[in-house]
T-cell receptor, first 116, second 111 residues
Framework: DTGVSQDPRHKITKRGQNVTFRCDPI?????LYWYRQTLGQGPEFLTY????????KSRLLSDRFSAERPKGSFSTLEIQRTEQGDSAMYLC??????????????FGAGSRLTVL | RKEVEQDPGPFNVPEGATVAFNCTYS??????FFWYRQDCRKEPKLLMS???SGNEDGRFTAQLNRASQYISLLIRDSKLSDSATYLC????????????FGQGTILTVHP
């Protein structure tokens, strides 16, 4: 149990459709992160939240991507008008506590997206 | 130069072998470093933090060379269960939790 639950685990969609992924940290965590991992590459930072505030977004996050964390607990990542290049594993993570733990991320199992 | 660069491998070694991975990074201001392990089709999990003096955890030893800007991971007495992808990770330095991952090095340990 990673303490971060993601849903759905797998999503297959046709190009042009919208998809939404959800991330539920099991306990309260101020900071929540979204990363994307394509085949053969390491994860890449997309965005992060401190409570409900989205504090930073990567250039990778085009206008078709939107993330929310409305009550500072669960978060959603929506991709509109999906493209084949969006096929990837979308990983949600929580940070550790304290100064030394702030850069230690615990990832959820991920949501794997395949765009046909 | 990539921000974090690793030899992707794959490394194929027999059980009991010693294997070492290197990783170079470009951000000279980075203060902390990590190795994560990722099993096939699973999420990355923290393996070790890398401290300036180097650190050891059982069969695993991580070292840091700031002058040359590289990090190494040594695995002694390899086990079949060590087969995985090993990711070198360097914090971006601008925000906590914003990490730059290397491409990963694939290790396969065979009987």
């Amino acid at each position: 149990d990673t303490g971060v639950s993601q849903d759905p685990r797998h999503k297959i969609t046709k190009r042009g459709q919208n998809v939404t992924f959800r991330c539920d940290p099991i306990s309260e965590h101020n900071r929540l992160y979204w990363y994307r991992q394509t085949l053969g590459q390491g994860p890449e930072f997309l965005t992060y939240f401190q409570n409900e505030a989205q504090l930073e977004k990567s250039r990778l996050l085009s206008d078709r991507f939107s993330a929310e964390r409305p009550k500072g607990s669960f978060s959603t990542l929506e991709i509109q008008r999906t493209e084949q290049g969006d096929s990837a594993m979308y990983l949600c993570a929580r940070a550790g506590t304290g100064r030394t733990g702030a850069n230690v991320l615990t990832f959820g199992a991920g949501s794997r997206l395949t765009v046909l | 130069r990539k921000e974090v660069e690793q030899d992707p491998g794959p490394f194929n070694v027999p059980e009991g072998a010693t294997v070492a991975f290197n990783c170079t990074y470009s951000n000279s201001a980075s203060q902390s470093f990590f190795w994560y392990r990722q099993d096939c089709r699973k999420e990355p999990k923290l393996l070790m933090s890398v401290y300036s003096s180097g650190n050891e955890d059982g069969r695993f030893t991580a070292q840091l060379n700031r002058a040359s800007q590289y990090i190494s991971l040594l695995i002694r007495d390899s086990k079949l269960s060590d087969s995985a992808t090993y990711l070198c990770v360097v914090p971006d330095g601008t925000s906590y939790g914003k990490l730059t991952f290397g491409q990963g090095t694939i290790l396969t340990v065979h009987p």
